[in-house]
């Protein structure tokens, strides 16, 4: 089986490492992308199998990223996962329209986040 690969979309660089760390040690690869203009790109270069996207990004914020992916053939299927410091609020019920998986605020439990990767991926059921 290869290892599957997940699209960090955060401006924050000590956040994208330590996810990065932890993601590997669970077997994932991983890469970046620190605003919105670069995340449609590198998604649809790297085609990963997962994003992981903050909402508030430089350069197109991550409402206006999950609307790019969705209007792209390329992109709409990849599933997306929101890692936000933003309040749920009406912020999650938004995300959650434009096609996310599933809206997480930080700092996010470590283990839930990997257990929706894993559910995301279809993957729960080889890990168990």
Known sequence: MSRKRILIVDD???LRKALRMRFKAHGYETVFAC????ATKVAKEEEPDLIILDIGLPAGDGFIVLER?????????IPVIVLT??????????????GAKAFFQKPADNMELLTTIEETLGERDEAV
Request: negative net charge; hydrophobic residues 25%; aromatic residues 6%.
């Open 35 to 38: 605003d919105g203009y670069s």
């Open 12 to 14: 924050d660089h000590d």
């Open 69 to 77: 992916l969705q209007e792209n053939p390329a992109t709409e299927f």
């Open 85 to 98: 410091a933003r309040h749920p609020g009406g912020n999650k019920e938004r995300v959650l329209r434009l």
